[in-house]
C-alpha cells in the first residue's frame, strides 16, 4: 500500500506575535471598560439631568421663604440643583466650563508637571504670578465641586466633550445669583435701619429710625446708590467724608474721589466708626448690615433682624446646602451682593462705573485669610449658627454632648453583652 501523505504540522507563533496578540487583547478589554465607564457617568448624568426637568414652585412669600428664592426651583439632586448652590461657595465670576476644563487636566496631568522651578529660575513675571492665582482659584472651586457632587470628578474625566452637565450646572448658578439678588433687593431696606436701642428704665422710649425719603422695595431702583443719602453713606468708600458734598462729587464723576473695587465701603465697618488709615483691621466686617445680610442668605429673610442662630419657617440656603459653617467666599458673596443690593444699577453687570464686583469679591475672599480673618468668620459663623456651634468651630472643640446619641451608643453596647452572653 502506498504511504499516506505526510501532514504539514502548524508552525508555533513567534514570541513576537503572541506579545503582539496580547496587546491586541489588552487594549480590546481597555476599550470595553472605557466604554463600560462613560455608559455609567452618562446614565448617572441622564439620571440628574432627568430631575432638572422636574420643578417645584417656591414660596412666593418672602418674608416666609427662608431660601429668599422668588422663582423656580430645580429639584434636590439635579445637577442645576448643585449649581443653586455652588454660587454661594465658589463664587459668580467662575464659569463652570473653566472650572471643569482645569480641574479635568489637573486631576489626569502627570506628577512631573507640579514640580517646583530650579532655585535657579528667575523670579516670576506679574503675569505669571496673575495666571498662577487664577490657576490656585480654579483648582479651589474644581476641589468644592467635587466634595459637593458625589463622583462628579470621575463623570467629568468620562465625559470630558459633553458639555450638557456643566451647562445644566451654570443655568442653576446663574439663577441662584439673580435669586439672592432679588430677596436682598426687597430687604436691603430693613437691614440699613440702625439696630434699636434697648429701653432703659425711666427713660423714655427712643422712637424708631426710619428711612427718608423711603426706599422702595421693588420696581426701578433709580432712588438708590448715591442717589440717596442712606444707600450714599453705607456704599462711600469708609475714607472719604460721609457728607451729602461726597456724594455730590461721586454722582459727578469727580476724579478725587474714585469708587474702587479696591477701596473698603462703609457698610462693612461697624456704625460709628472713624476712620483709621493705620488701623484698617479695627471694626472690619462689624457692621449691622452685612451681619443681617448674611444671615439673610444663608439662614433665610426671616431671621435677618433676629438674634445669632435664630431661624424660623423653611430650611434656609445653609441647610440646604450643608453647610455648618461659612467660608471666606460664602461672606465675600454676601458683601459683594449687598453693595449691589444697595446700587442703583437696574440689571446685574460685574462693574458698577469703575468700580468691578469681580475685583471687590476676591479682594474681601482674601482680607479673610490668617487669623484676623478667622476671628472674623468665627463672627459670622455665630451669627448664623449660633455660639455654641460657632465656637466649636473656630477652636475646634467638641460640640457640647449629645445624650441621645450616647442614649444609642449605650443601647447598642448592652445588646452586643447581651447577644455574647447568649452565646456563650
Not at 478667622?374 to 459670622?380: G, H, V
Amino acid at each position: 500500500m502506498p504511504d499516506p501523505p505526510s501532514q504539514m504540522l502548524p508552525t508555533p507563533p513567534s514570541a513576537a506575535d503572541v506579545a503582539a496578540q496580547a496587546r491586541a487583547e489588552a487594549e480590546v478589554a481597555a476599550e470595553a471598560e472605557a466604554a463600560s465607564a462613560i455608559a455609567a457617568a452618562k446614565a448617572r448624568v441622564r439620571s440628574n439631568l432627568l430631575l432638572s426637568g422636574r420643578k417645584r414652585k417656591s414660596s412666593t412669600n418672602d418674608s416666609d421663604s427662608d431660601s429668599g428664592s422668588t422663582s423656580t426651583a430645580s429639584s434636590t439632586g439635579s445637577y442645576r440643583w448643585y449649581g443653586r448652590n455652588f454660587v454661594r461657595v465658589i463664587g459668580p465670576f467662575q464659569r463652570v466650563l473653566a472650572v471643569v476644563d482645569h480641574g479635568v487636566q489637573v486631576d489626569t496631568a502627570d506628577t512631573e508637571d507640579d514640580l517646583p522651578s530650579p532655585a535657579d529660575a528667575p523670579p516670576p513675571t506679574s503675569g505669571q504670578l496673575r495666571k498662577a492665582l487664577q490657576r490656585a482659584r480654579l483648582t479651589e472651586s474644581w476641589e468644592i465641586m467635587k466634595a459637593t457632587i458625589p463622583g462628579f470628578g470621575d463623570d467629568m474625566i468620562a465625559l470630558a466633550g459633553d458639555l450638557k452637565l456643566r451647562k445644566q450646572i451654570q443655568k442653576g448658578l446663574n439663577a441662584a445669583r439673580g435669586d439672592d439678588a432679588g430677596s436682598l433687593k426687597i430687604g436691603i431696606s430693613a437691614m440699613l435701619l440702625p439696630p434699636p436701642h434697648a429701653p432703659v428704665a425711666g427713660q423714655p422710649e427712643i422712637p424708631a429710625v426710619t428711612i427718608s425719603p423711603p426706599i422702595p422695595d421693588r420696581g426701578s431702583k433709580a432712588l438708590r446708590g448715591f442717589n440717596h443719602s442712606v444707600t450714599a453713606s453705607a456704599m462711600c468708600p469708609h475714607k472719604y467724608p460721609d457728607t451729602p458734598a461726597t456724594y455730590e462729587a461721586i454722582r459727578d464723576g469727580d476724579p478725587e474721589f474714585p469708587v474702587l473695587g479696591t477701596q473698603f465701603p462703609r457698610f462693612m465697618y461697624a456704625s460709628g466708626q472713624v476712620y483709621d488709615p493705620l488701623d484698617l483691621e479695627e471694626g472690619l466686617l462689624d457692621g449691622h448690615v452685612i451681619h443681617r445680610a448674611v444671615k439673610h442668605v444663608y439662614q433665610g429673610p426671616s431671621a435677618a433682624l433676629a438674634g445669632p442662630g435664630a431661624h424660623k419657617g423653611k430650611a434656609g440656603n445653609a441647610s440646604i446646602n450643608g453647610l455648618t459653617e461659612l467660608s471666606k467666599r460664602a461672606i465675600a458673596y454676601v458683601a459683594m451682593q449687598v453693595r449691589f443690593a444697595m446700587s442703583s444699577l437696574e440689571e446685574w453687570n460685574t462693574m458698577d462705573g469703575a468700580f468691578s464686583y469681580e475685583q471687590f469679591y476676591w479682594k474681601v475672599t482674601d482680607s479673610l485669610s490668617g487669623p484676623e480673618g478667622d476671628a472674623i468668620l468665627a463672627r459670622f459663623n455665630s451669627d448664623v449658627f449660633g455660639p455654641s456651634t460657632a465656637q466649636a468651630a473656630a477652636t475646634g472643640a467638641a460640640v457640647p454632648e449629645d445624650e441621645f446619641e450616647i442614649l444609642q451608643a449605650q443601647r447598642a453596647a448592652k445588646r452586643a453583652r447581651l447577644a455574647q452572653t447568649a452565646a456563650a
